[in-house]
């Protein structure tokens, strides 16, 4: 009876080991770009490191695999039969191929982790947060490689976003540390507006504020006279915008920092016209493509063929789902997502609701003008989670900020 009770003692601490495993390989996955930004810039290696770091994480994870459930292995597979059949159908074959091998690789690694039965979305939470309440060492490591012109300004992006996130998420679901994780997120938030894109400025910003208005630890009171105060302080700024602007320039100019979205945001308002920059070109293009086939899908590889290689991706989760997937097949998709939504409304916890909801509003705000939703973490978590996750993951609880 004793051996049997030390066996069994054994395989929960060595499956214990492998629950950890798989949360810090999901957070590594999350910043891997910024350590490939630092890479193709700073050493001026090829960003196909980048992917071979995604399928050393891919094979670590599957190393760690007891059992992944069917719906993840059907989708892969299901996945890799569509980017075969995409390939064969169309005469841009190698467009086809780049943008597929991301999309399988973006997707894959999340789904091999979440459709784990062994995978904890409070683990990773906790793990992802950790990491983010102490990264401020890189951040600042960040702000110095693009002042020497090491790295580009989108490893703010990198860093800073996923930081905001989960620090927000945070905030909204927990008591602990909450002046901590204020100020941190405030930091992430100058940075990656000032120093970053400015669409992922935006974006960082409206995930404090959502968190905030969201969360049931702030009382209608507060959330109130933060909405005052916003709205208030936003007229101030919006009537003295170029002053402030160009008074923040200069102050950067005085320690040698250039920042392209205070820099352009300069230009466009004393032009009289605010944009995103490259982006009229590629949804103009987009649009009519859609238009010329019907509302057909066209799959992977499109921006790339209808921009000559320039773009990798639409830009806007809109034009994206009707360039991929047609009207047709995005209205089944959206069918899809809802009936999903109702079965989630029974089977999860609301913390779990609560988080993908979340993920999803997250995403929405980069996905307008951002990434793809094949390759960005917090939509490739989100679709794993969301159609992959287990009714043992689904009852995740509140987390609990500590440390």
């Not at 910024?34 to 071979?52: A, K, M, Q, R």
């Not at 059992?67 to 996945?79: E, P, T």
């Not at 970053?196 to 209608?220: E, K, Q, T």
């Not at 950067?252 to 016209?273: C, D, H, M, N, P």
Request: with cysteine.
């Amino acid at each position: 009876m004793a051996v049997v009770n030390f066996k069994i003692k054994k395989v929960r601490a060595y499956n214990a080991d492998k629950v950890d495993l798989l949360a810090l390989l999901l957070v590594v996955y999350i910043y891997i770009p910024f350590l490939g930004n630092i890479l193709n810039h700073t050493f001026t290696v090829s960003f196909l490191y980048e992917y071979l770091f995604y399928m050393v994480v891919a094979v670590c994870m599957l190393i760690c695999i007891i059992r992944v459930n069917r719906k993840g292995c059907i989708f892969l597979a299901g996945l890799i039969c569509t980017i075969s059949i995409n390939f064969l159908a169309v005469s841009y074959h190698h467009y086809v191929l780049v943008e597929g091998l991301q999309a399988l690789i973006g997707i894959a690694i999340p789904c091999i982790c979440i459709a784990n039965r062994l995978f904890d979305i409070e683990k990773f939470l906790m793990k992802w947060y950790q990491f983010a309440l102490f990264s401020m060492p890189l951040c600042l490591v960040a702000v110095i490689l693009v002042k020497t012109g090491l790295a580009d300004y989108s490893i703010f992006t990198e860093i800073c976003v996923p930081n905001v996130f989960i620090l927000s998420y945070m905030l909204l679901e927990s008591t602990a540390n909450r002046v901590w994780i204020y100020v941190n997120v405030f930091i992430n938030i100058l940075l990656v507006l000032f120093l970053g894109g400015r669409m992922s400025g935006i974006a960082s910003v409206c995930m404090l504020l959502f968190a905030f208005l969201l969360s049931a630890r702030v009382s209608f009171g507060k959330k109130i006279i933060l909405l005052v105060s916003i709205f208030v302080l936003s007229v101030l700024i919006f009537y003295n915008l170029y002053e402030i602007l160009f008074w923040i320039n200069s102050k950067f100019k005085e320690y040698g920092i250039y920042s392209r979205s205070v820099t352009l945001l300069i230009g466009q308002l004393a032009g009289k016209g605010v944009y995103v920059t490259g982006r009229d070109v590629l949804y103009s293009s987009c649009i009519e493509y859609i238009e010329g086939r019907g509302g057909l899908p066209g799959g992977f590889g499109v921006p790339l063929f209808i921009t000559s290689g320039k773009y990798y991706y639409t830009h806007n989760i809109i034009l994206q789902f009707l360039v991929s997937f047609g009207i047709g097949g995005s209205i089944l998709v959206l069918g899809m997502m809802k009936s999903r939504f109702c079965f989630l409304r029974k089977a999860a916890t609301r913390e779990c609701r609560r988080f993908l909801c979340f993920l999803l509003f997250s995403y929405l705000l980069i996905g307008m003008t951002g990434s793809s939703i094949w390759i960005h973490y917090l939509s490739t978590i989100f679709i794993a989670v969301f159609f992959f996750g287990s009714g043992r993951q689904y009852q995740m609880g509140m987390p609990r900020a500590g440390g």
